[in-house]
């Protein structure tokens, strides 16, 4: 159970520099997906996305080491070596 919190206080403590955050949300809207539905995730920032969900990656942006997804019209950061989600944008 440590460990599961360890993991949990780990990701919320992610922090996104202001002008990564800029530059994220610019390339979602210049580049946007069609947004799925994942039955049984909430979109909680440390909830773990299964597998079978494909993680897109930030093509020509430096700096940036996560991957997105959208789910239910909301843009999804997600830490792509454990799933967990990082960041939800409105």
Known sequence: MLCASAALTSAQDVVIAPEQDTVIREYVKKKPLASISVPGVELNIGSTLPET???????????VKYRYV?????????????????KVYE
């Open 70 to 86: 959208v789910v239910d019209n909301k843009t999804v950061l997600v830490e792509p070596s454990t799933r967990k989600i990082v």
């Open 53 to 63: 969900v494909e993680l897109h990656t930030f093509e020509d942006v430096p700096d």
